[in-house]
């Protein structure tokens, strides 16, 4: 069966509606939201940078932060026929790609954006299926509409089925 | 008052693309001393781009790169990457080390090498910089990494993020021999830094 291929950039929120797979590549430390609804088969996935737009000086992209991005992800995929209440999260991302001795505020970003999608996530009521964040390597994930799963591509660290 | 790449002019487009010219050639000049052969540069090509465009820096998302990262403090604070592609990097360890391996996976020697390469090359960029603005810029010890081009690009991405949604990069081809090597630079002055480096440089008031 042919799938639709949709790729999500950086600062970006896609959705879609079965059959397709979404995907990001090189994610480091942002934070990858894959959304699924079951019975729809409806996804989606943001491509988040920054944990809030309230910090921001121009938050004019709702993609870009995870507080703004996973409501508009939401809103989008409930326009394409999803049901609020039928949404489940997967996550992944938010590395920490370099290992700096002082821990500057630029070192911490990956963890923050996994905190912030998570407590906007609990927020919704959209619960969290699991999760492959942290670390210190890029990874290129990819969700695919039959069976919501979450697949996570690595150059060093092998390759997961979330 | 906020300054973000979105909204310069272009004087300001203009003074920012001479710092990389400057920084770049002064890199490269130091690259040739430390390699004590004659290192070639052609005319570094800056640019300000929107983050979808970011992850083609350097032939995609998913291509292995090596990224140099330091950050920055005294008047200008920030941060300031050096990013080449794999074998790129392979090339330059090559010369400094006078080898000629062709393997894409680097022995802590070698890695160690190129973190001195992206130590020299930041740090005489950063020289120019501060030099040509008579601001005191102090350059950190420099970390390394190896992964996606997209994932090493998120860190200075999402810095670029907290102020608008471009960013800016000098790209730089420069050869040894026949030895072609292409890098990037990347500038990322914190928040408030923008205007300090604008008005150090008479851009603004």
Do not use: W
């Amino acid at each position: 069966m042919d799938i639709e291929i949709v790729k999500v950039g950086m600062a970006d929120l896609k959705s879609a509606q079965h059959p397709c797979m979404l995907t990001t590549l090189g994610l480091g430390s942002c934070v990858g939201v894959a959304l699924y609804d079951s019975t729809t088969k409806i996804v989606g996935l943001a491509h988040v940078m920054l944990p809030s737009s309230e910090q921001a000086k121009n938050n004019s992209n709702r993609a870009k932060f995870a507080d703004t991005a996973i409501v508009q992800l939401v809103e989008d995929m409930i326009k394409l026929g999803a049901r609020k209440d039928r949404i489940t999260a997967k996550l992944a991302g938010g590395a920490q790609m370099f290992t700096f001795s002082q821990g500057s505020d630029l070192m911490r970003i990956g963890y923050r954006n996994v905190v912030a999608s998570k407590e906007k996530l609990r927020e919704l009521n959209i619960p969290i299926i699991s999760e492959d964040t942290g670390g210190n390597y890029g990874r290129t994930i990819e969700i695919y509409s039959d069976d919501g799963r979450l697949i996570v591509k690595t150059i060093g660290s092998g390759t997961k089925q979330l | 008052m906020t300054i973000s790449f979105d909204e310069l002019n272009s004087i300001q487009m203009d003074v920012l693309r001479e710092i990389g010219n400057i920084g770049a050639g002064n890199a490269v000049t130091s690259l040739a001393k430390m390699i004590d052969k004659k290192v070639d540069m052609a005319v570094p090509e800056v640019k300000i781009m929107g983050f979808d465009k970011v992850s083609q820096i350097l032939g995609g998302e998913e291509m292995i790169v090596v990224g140099i990262l330091l950050s920055v403090t005294g008047d200008l604070t920030g941060n300031m990457m050096f990013i080449l592609d794999n074998y790129a990097a392979r090339q330059l360890v090559n010369i400094l080390l006078g080898s000629n391996s062709t393997s894409l996976q680097f022995d802590e020697m070698e890695l160690s090498a190129l973190k001195e390469i992206g130590n020299i090359l930041t740090g005489s960029y950063l020289n120019a910089l501060a030099g040509l603005t008579n601001l005191k810029i102090l350059p950190s010890i420099p970390e390394l990494a190896i992964d996606m081009a997209g994932a090493i690009l998120s860190v200075p991405a999402i810095e670029f993020g907290k102020v608008g949604d471009s960013v800016l990069y000098i790209e730089t081809e420069f050869s040894e021999g026949i030895t072609k090597v292409f890098g990037d630079f990347l500038l990322i002055p914190d928040v408030d830094s923008y205007e300090v480096l604008l008005k150090a440089l008479g851009v603004i008031e």
